[in-house]
């Protein structure tokens, strides 16, 4: 198989990566060059911008298959389309859960769940814009290749190489042992897909010239926000106690912290995409490969976290 990757040096598209040069395909890079440059050698990398719209790298050359990890407005993903032409064999796009509607949804939701209205007048991605992009960007890749489109939609994404807060903030905390401040509630459910699974489900979904949307969600069995802290902690070899504490006492955007509203979105249905052959690494090594590359890494600043005293704070006004 001859695949193309529009981005793939960053977290999910290292991993589709990694995942494709195993199972023998011929890897060809499309992006600035600017992430992971040591990563992949002798994989032949095509420089070109999606932000400014040059795709001239791509003019010559065909593929069995392109995975779109990169496009996030319509425009992207509109001019990739126009570039490559026919000269690619099917286009999997990497989608979200933020296409979904979030009124009235259950628990066990499918990828039938009705979707919210597509957006195509803005590139400024926010909480009301994001999703709705996503949509679009999806409409236009199946309009464009029809049965030769596919479409994954990740759920939260773990594992190394994540540089958001995520799993890695709470493998973090856990290691350190102690009263963990949960601004929320323990009974939270939650979903995380380790990104090589989710890697996995796209390079079979290629080799088997699948069409259709799927779910990347995990981990195979449901799971609290309470079990995964104590999970981490056991990996960690350490000792929690998990301290509910308000949850408007942080940042609304608290790692993996959902409102009671929202449970519905951490409980969907994975069936289709373990039919068509997404794994399920236990969530205790997703944990344990995650502590060890934070700690090679040195363990940097994350984009949110409570610090020490802070949480002791917190924690100290719970008990009060």
Not at 126 to 151: F, L, N, Q
């Amino acid at each position: 198989m001859r695949l193309l990757m529009l981005g793939g040096t960053s977290f999910v598209g290292r991993a589709i990566v990694a995942d494709a040069l195993r199972q023998g395909a011929e890897v060809t890079l499309f992006g600035r060059g600017l992430t992971g440059p040591e990563l992949f050698p002798g994989v032949p990398r095509l420089i070109g911008d999606r932000d400014t719209g040059d795709y001239s790298a791509l003019r010559d050359g065909s593929w069995d298959a392109v995975v779109d990890v990169s496009g996030y407005v319509p425009r992207q993903v509109g001019q990739a389309m126009a570039a490559l032409g026919d000269r690619v064999g099917r286009y999997l796009f990497i989608s979200s859960h933020a296409v979904y509607a979030r009124t009235g949804l259950q628990p066990g939701s499918d990828e039938d769940t009705p979707r919210r209205p597509p957006v195509r007048d803005t590139e400024e991605l926010d909480e009301d814009t994001y999703g709705p992009c996503k949509v679009a960007c999806e409409d236009d890749v199946v309009a464009r290749y029809g049965s030769r489109a596919t479409i994954v939609r990740l759920g939260k994404v773990a594992g190394p190489h994540d540089v958001q807060n995520g799993l890695t903030y709470w493998v973090r905390r856990a290691a350190r042992g102690g009263r963990v401040a949960l601004p929320g509630s323990p009974e939270q459910p939650i979903q995380l897909v380790d990104s090589r699974d989710a890697a996995r489900l796209v390079v079979r979904l290629l080799l088997d010239d699948r069409p259709g949307a799927f779910h990347a969600v995990g981990p195979a069995e449901p799971i609290t926000m309470a079990e995964l802290i104590a999970t981490c902690a056991r990996v960690a070899g350490t000792r929690v106690e998990v301290v509910p504490v308000p949850a408007d006492a942080v940042s609304p955007f608290f790692p993996l912290i959902r409102p009671a509203s929202l449970w519905a979105t951490q409980q969907r249905s994975a069936a289709r995409a373990r039919a068509a052959g997404l794994p399920a690494t236990p969530l205790a090594v997703t944990i344990a490969d995650v502590l060890a590359w934070d700690r090679e890494r040195g363990e940097p600043p994350l984009p949110f976290e409570l610090s020490p005293a802070e949480e002791a704070e917190l924690v100290a006004g719970v008990r009060a």
